[in-house]
């Protein structure tokens, strides 16, 4: 089996080797995964979790097993702005993007005077600005509150709905919690038919800010008991609503549709 990382910072992953076929998710700049078949131009690769779909082969670059787990274990860093340029690519020559989008993970070989050298998964090395980056350790993870993850998905408050979307380029409702989760270091299924087994069962009144609330195919991070944020195609994009009758920006549907809550932290 064939291994290789993203090189593009945003590639979609489509349910067919087509253009536009279903999007089912997309992934970022120095991903590793497995290369399996090839058709048309795209191939079908599978992600560390073992999420799958096909890709335009054009966007990856072709790596040995050894240094794909290697990179895989080691501890990351992880992109903390939307979008983080690169300071040194040169626009003519260098095959890295222009910048790099949130939560996109970077492995820091050093650091001076601010500048973070990353190491690519061949070998390869890149830099970006220290204060745009954000360490991710266990003992860090094991810090994080339900509170932090809220105030870190209401930086992209009115960030477009995308099917598939996993960026603030846009966002599904599962793409919105992965990610958030990701750039602390926790992992989520990608998928809400998945997320939804993940974590512990919380009844409803005893929901608490940080908590996923779930329903007909559709997730949020709860905001206290009866609030959420959450990206949906009905309010155009990543926003707050109230389950609550009468409160501003409630949702009768979700309210109804309320199917079930867990928790990560």
């Known amino acids: 089996m064939e291994y290789a990382y993203v090189i593009t910072n945003l590639l979609d ?47 990856l670059k072709s790596i040995s097993k050894t240094a794909a787990l290697e990179y895989q274990r080691s501890r990351h860093h992880v992109v903390a702005r939307e979008k983080a340029r690169l300071p040194d690519r040169s626009p003519d ?5 222009h910048f790099l989008y949130y939560g996109t993970h970077v492995r820091v070989r050093t650091c001076r005077k601010g500048v973070a050298t990353c190491r690519l998964p061949d070998g390869g ?12 350790k266990k003992i860090s993870v094991d810090k994080v509150s339900g509170p932090d993850l809220v105030r ?31 750039s602390f ?30 329903f007909k195919r559709h997730v949020g991070l709860a905001i206290g008991r009866n609030r959420i944020i959450h990206s949906s195609v009905g ?31």
């Open 13 to 59: 992953l489509w349910k067919e080797p087509r253009f536009n076929s279903e999007r089912l998710s997309q992934l970022l700049f120095g991903e590793v995964v497995k290369v399996g078949s090839a058709r048309s131009g795209y191939v079908r690769i599978t992600q560390a979790d073992g999420y799958a779909g096909w890709v335009d082969r054009r966007f």
């Open 185 to 214: 270091g926790i992992h989520v299924p990608r998928d809400t038919k998945d997320q939804i087994k993940a974590g512990t069962p919380v009844l409803r009144d005893a929901v608490r800010t940080g908590d996923l609330i779930f």
């Open 93 to 97: 020559t260098s095959p890295t993007p």
């Open 235 to 265: 309010g155009s994009g990543v926003r707050i609503n109230s389950l609550v009758p009468g409160m501003e920006d409630y949702r009768a549907d979700l309210d109804q549709d309320y199917a079930a809550a867990r928790r990560i932290l």
């Open 152 to 182: 870190e998905a209401r930086r992209f408050l009115g960030a477009p709905y995308l099917w598939g979307g996993i960026s603030p380029a846009g966002f599904d409702c599962s793409g919105l919690v992965r990610t958030i989760l990701g």
């Open 125 to 136: 090395a890149l830099k970006l600005r220290r204060n745009q980056l954000r360490p991710i």
